[in-house]
């Protein structure tokens, strides 16, 4: 996404950030795309079992998900629990954005856990960030220097490079409840750690 495209995105009101895009970024989303495989890349399990893994105790966990209608990135704050050998309980701090996303979603959304990294990642839904604007963007803005990322294996999402571990998955709109529990089941496609 250019920079022209992002300014669709931010309000009329926000002169400073469309300011920031006009002297800083130029055509830089920054985002910056990598080829060499980061750390947290470097081993890959598609047949996961959470139950061999320390996950509840992994501390600063970030969700990652696309909004389906507009295709913007989207990161909030998440506690786990281990629910199965492959499905995660998560209790996200931003759930009403997530559950909107997840009943416009077609079927599945798909998501990735990220485990360590910037602790930004987690914060992101406690920053009022404009809902017009890309979560790797605003990332980007907060830290004034650039996002760097790679393509996840099983999902179509990009992820960043200095997390410690990833979960991929996705969410299942047929397993939302409305029983008010604010616990969404997350399937999880492959596991990726350092070696």
Known sequence: MNSKALESFIPESDSRI???IADTLGNDFKVKPMKKQPAC?????????????SLESAGCAALIWKEPLKGLYRMTGISIRVTGKDTLGIKADAYGKLKEDLVNSTFRLPAVICFGGDPIYSELHNIAVPDQVDAYWACGFIRESSIHVIDCFTQDLIIPVDCDSTAEGYFQRNELTEDGGQELLFHASCYTQPL
């Open 18 to 20: 469309r300011q920031y």
């Open 41 to 53: 890349h470097h081993s890959v399990k598609y047949n996961v079992d959470f139950s061999q893994t």
